[in-house]
């Protein structure tokens, strides 16, 4: 049994109070250890997603308990794909963090950070509900804090409304789980998937119930309208840095609705068939609509790329709702896209701060290292609202293409266009006041206390880094594509998963290793 | 027994959902403390209600309770006990810096 899969997860819990005990006043000691963690996850990453290519899944069985009564941590492309871009996303937003000494304005923002990046490591990685849960929990704490690094009203005021909407999806969680639970007699995910295929049609009804419950836990996560009202303003309230981790915050929900989606409810699995394809994909549509119309709808630049990043997301449930190998392929393809050109554009808000007074979109004088900020904002804008060549319209090309296959095809195809274009209107409107108009603006009042200084070259770097990925993206579309369609085969046949869960032998109940067949 | 468990989640949750719905900070987290409660109830009745059964093998018994539920609770109310903790503390820090404890946006900033 290899123990490299546990890593993840152990690291950053390990360096985490390290941080908090050893370098508390050091702030140089903590950026060290912060950016070797990141460092050591990135080699963990490529190194479990390398073993994962061929199809292999790995199993971590914890104390050694068999499944389904031990807890079980496994790694197959999916997961190690998703940890892989955490800990890439986690490294970029790290060095912004330092570059714009975003760190310096508030405590233990590293030790958070890393917590945070357990809790993301440990959702992708467990194969039992309640250890997704708990996860959840850990990634929602140290979110919590994050979220009000560095203090002030308004992002308190946010950050009460974002701990309590998230205190209500995990209540909602714990129901869903009580009730699969109830109804199953397990939850690991491996044994929960033959025991709901076995759930006879005369006694569907609970598990239906908490299929639907759980769904709608994910949704939340997943800020999925009508349940994404949390997103905009703790997004646009958020220290940049922190709103930029988050981008792979919704797409944990993203996850663990195409884990469970696919192998514990399948789309054809009788017991809950056509449940979620009847509200799923209309709530996907709405949200991708009511992205872009945020988008043209917002007076300020940060509330802007938060909507966006709704209809983002409202972009990646179309193509999840729709659960075919060909849409989960461009989900999976999208999810990548998405999370490195909203973190991006989080970091360009950040920087386009640097000499105006706020981040309404009216003309305000020309801000410090105005060409550069200009120059990434179009790049990543055009990312964002999948205008060619860039990732973004790959993506979108990928999801209409699989659109094809289900009777809802008009729709979709209108809606995604439609919602493109208003949102290619409102990133171009909101470029041309903030970065263009600027140029006519005398620079009369830059005096009144607002900071002229340029941000760092560490801080472009970091966004830089992330366009790049966005560019590496585009290049590599037809590689990453392609490893995206495996990962899609491999979720639609989770066999290969689950006799890996449940057949691997393992200390039992009793304390003995004795053969698990028989047992 | 059954009756009266299953009541107890049902008034714990509709009394928390309607406390959630509050629009000030005080009231919110007292409904999504009962909701904890609810759930946590919940979670226990999810292993079957039984009465005198031990949760561990032990010799000569023959009914046993379920005991995962039970570990499942713990963690549920570790948890629910904690983030009850860190919303009073940021909604405390909320209310003393901006002298209100409203937990919508103010109308001017709800673009």
Redesign the interface.
């Known amino acids: 049994m290899s123990h490299w899969i546990i890593l993840p997860i152990v690291l950053p819990a390990m360096l985490a109070p390290f941080i908090v005990l050893a370098a508390r006043y050091h702030i140089g000691i903590q950026r060290v250890f912060s950016v070797a963690g990141i460092l050591a996850q990135i080699a963990l990453a490529i190194g479990l997603a390398w073993q994962a290519a061929d199809g292999t899944v790995t199993l971590y069985q914890l104390g050694d308990w068999a499944a389904p009564f031990g807890i079980v941590v496994v790694a197959d492309r999916l997961s190690t794909v998703m940890i892989l871009l955490t800990s890439v996303l986690a490294l970029f937003v790290l060095l912004y963090a330092i570059g714009s000494r975003w760190d310096e304005r508030g405590r233990h923002f590293h030790a958070l950070y890393q917590f945070q990046i357990m809790g993301i490591m440990g959702a992708f990685l467990t194969g039992d509900l309640?250890n997704l849960f708990?996860f959840f929990?850990v990634l929602?704490?140290a979110s919590?804090g994050l979220m009000?690094h560095s203090?002030?009203?308004e992002r308190?005021?946010a950050?009460?409304?974002y701990?309590?909407f998230n205190?209500?999806g995990?209540?909602l969680f714990?129901?869903a789980?009580?009730?699969i639970?109830?109804e199953t007699?397990t939850l690991n995910m491996a044994d929960l998937a033959n025991r709901v295929d076995l759930i006879g049609e005369e006694a569907t009804v609970g598990i239906r119930v908490a299929s639907v419950l759980l769904i709608m836990v994910f949704a939340i996560k997943a800020a999925l309208v009508p349940l994404h009202f949390w997103l905009p303003?703790s997004y646009a309230e958020a220290p940049a840095p922190v709103a930029a981790l988050f981008a792979i915050m919704t797409k944990v929900g993203a996850y663990a609705i195409i884990r469970v989606y696919t192998m514990v409810f399948p789309p054809e699995l009788e017991a809950t068939a056509g449940l979620h394809g009847l509200w799923l994909l209309p709530a996907a549509l709405v949200s991708l609509a009511l992205g872009a119309i945020g988008v043209l709808?917002?007076?300020?630049l940060d509330?802007l790329v938060a909507f966006s990043v709704i209809s983002s997301m409202g972009m990646v449930m179309v193509s999840i709702a729709m659960f075919t190998q060909a849409s989960i392929t461009a989900a999976l393809y999208y999810i990548v896209h998405s999370t490195f050109a909203a973190a991006a554009l989080f970091l360009i808000t950040d920087l386009a701060r640097a000499g105006r007074r706020d981040l309404a979109l009216t003309p305000q004088p020309v801000i410090a290292g105005a060409t550069r900020t200009a120059g990434l904002f179009f790049i990543a804008a055009i990312a964002m609202t999948g205008l060619p060549p860039l990732s973004g319209f790959v993506g979108k090309l990928l999801i209409l293409d699989a659109g094809f296959a289900t009777d809802m095809a008009t729709w979709i195809w209108a809606v995604i266009l439609i919602s493109s274009l208003v949102s290619v209107v409102g990133f171009a409107r909101a470029g041309s006041v903030v970065f263009w108009k600027a140029q006519s603006i005398d620079p009369i009042d830059v005096e009144e206390g607002v900071d002229m200084t340029p941000p760092s070259a560490l801080a472009y770097t970091a966004v830089g880094g992330l366009v790049a990925m966005l560019v590496a993206h585009t290049v590599l579309a037809g590689h990453t594509s392609g490893y995206a369609d495996k990962i899609a085969a491999q979720l639609f046949a989770p066999d290969a998963y689950m006799s890996v869960v449940l057949d691997t032998p393992g200390k039992l109940?009793?304390g003995s290793y004795e053969d698990g067949e028989e047992y | 027994m059954e009756i009266l468990v299953a009541s107890a989640i049902g008034i714990l949750t509709a009394a928390g959902i309607y406390l959630v719905l509050r629009l000030r900070t005080f009231p919110v987290i007292l409904g999504i403390s009962l909701l904890t409660y609810a759930v946590n109830v919940f979670l226990f009745a999810s292993g079957r209600l039984a009465v005198g059964a031990p949760p561990i093998l032990r010799d000569g018994v023959e009914v046993y309770a379920d005991p995962l539920p039970q570990a499942l609770v713990l963690t549920a109310i570790v948890i629910s006990f904690g983030m009850t903790a860190v919303v009073v503390m940021i909604g405390l820090g909320a209310f003393l810096g901006s002298d209100t404890d409203r937990v919508d946006d103010p109308a001017e900033d709800a673009s």
């Not at chain 1, 709808?297 to 300020?300: D, I, L, W």
């Open positions: 309640f708990v929990e929602l704490i919590y009000i203090g002030g009203n308190l005021r950050g009460v409304q701990v309590l205190l209500i995990s209540t714990l129901f789980l009580g009730s639970y109830a007699g303003s709808a917002a007076k300020k509330r109940s009793d």
